[in-house]
């Protein structure tokens, strides 16, 4: 049974650091790319960041370029991603997601966390 399951998640002021971390199982993790996508209340699900199985590849949206960093732990089966300067916008439910390759369309994506709230205030 795949399971992808986040943690890490709360509510920060502006400029605050959150570290969320996704602990998978049930798959074959260094088989997968693995990405970190948000979705904030009324707007569409989006990718924030994506790392192929061996760290060779790494995206980034624009938005968070600079200030998140996703990384991985093969042996761990976790995917991390250090969140620093976080900003009101940065607000959202964050999930872990799997894919066969370094995508980037949401439909790309074979496997999905159940989400973890980030709130970001003034």
């Known amino acids: 049974q795949v399971q992808l399951v986040e943690s890490g998640g709360g509510s920060v002021q502006t400029g605050g650091s959150l570290r969320l971390s996704c602990a998978a199982s049930g798959f074959t993790f260094t088989r997968y790319a693995m990405a970190w996508f948000r979705q904030a209340p009324g707007k569409e699900r989006v990718i924030v960041a994506a790392i192929r199985w061996n760290s060779g590849d790494i995206y980034y949206s624009d938005s968070v370029k600079g200030r998140f960093t996703i990384s991985r732990d093969n042996a761990r089966y976790t995917v991390h991603l250090q969140m620093n300067s976080l900003k009101p916008d940065d607000t959202a439910v964050y999930y872990c997601?799997?894919?066969?390759?370094?995508?980037?369309?949401?439909?790309?994506?074979?496997?999905w966390g159940q989400g973890t709230q980030v709130t970001v205030s003034l």
């Open positions: 997601a799997a894919d066969r390759d370094l995508g980037i369309p949401i439909t790309d994506y074979d496997y």
